[in-house]
Nanobody, 125 residues
Framework: QVELVESGGDSVQSGGSLRLSCAGS???????MGWFRQAPGKEREGVSC????????FYEDSVTERFATSRDNAKNSHVLEMDSLKPEDTAMYYC???????????????????WGQGTQVTVSS
């Protein structure tokens, strides 16, 4: 069992910034890491993905140019920097470990092998 713990969720005004962090076990070093989010009444969606070495990153279209993901394998940490936040970014955000070293181009959620408990992000207008 991989233990993932997220932190950094908060309530902010539109245009604000937040930094979400995820920390877990040594298994993070061997796998691609992702951030997902789920808004009330909506399906969970993938937000970002970063490969095991950090050389490949993908973002959901609506967050490109505003969000940035990074990782530090030496510290077993994974970060999502969020800028220019909008009310539509309001959701529970989840860190996830995928069972592959490279970011998949589709069916990303099906490859998740463990989830964090989630951290709430609320953006008010």
């Amino acid at each position: 069992q991989v233990e993932l713990v997220e932190s950094g969720g908060d309530s902010v005004q539109s245009g604000g910034s937040l930094r979400l962090s995820c920390a877990g076990s040594k298994y993070m070093k061997s796998n691609c890491m992702g951030w997902f989010r789920q808004a009330p009444g909506k399906e969970r969606e993938g937000v970002s993905c970063i490969s095991r070495t950090g050389d490949t990153r993908f973002y959901e279209d609506s967050v490109t140019e505003r969000f940035a993901t990074s990782r530090d394998n030496a510290k077993n940490s994974h970060v999502l920097e969020m800028d220019s936040l909008k009310p539509e970014d309001t959701a529970m955000y989840y860190c996830a470990v995928l069972g592959v070293p490279q970011c998949p181009t589709e069916n990303i959620e099906q490859l998740v092998i463990d989830w964090g408990q989630g951290t709430q992000v609320t953006v008010s207008s």
